[in-house]
């Protein structure tokens, strides 16, 4: 048999549990935008790896040192997206 709370009590459990879920909902969608970030830097840097390789191999068909420099840049950019996490 169920057991009943006094007649103020409900609303007060009731708007506690209620502010419990809010918190609870809010960490989510921190922890999701979290992800969400983490995410977005790892696909940048995956692009800029590739440009990294597509430059390499432009300097080695070449031979022009300004894909070597544009390279060395990129791979700049690759390690303060990797050490921003």
Known sequence: MPSFP???RPSDESA????R??????RERELADAEAKVARRQ???NRLLGLRIALAAAEAATGNPAYRSAGMVVQ???ERLQNSE
């Open 21 to 26: 879920k809010e918190r609870e909902r809010e």
């Open 6 to 8: 006094e007649p103020g």
């Open 76 to 78: 700049w950019a690759v």
């Open 16 to 19: 506690e549990e209620l502010r």
């Open 43 to 45: 696909r940048a840097a």
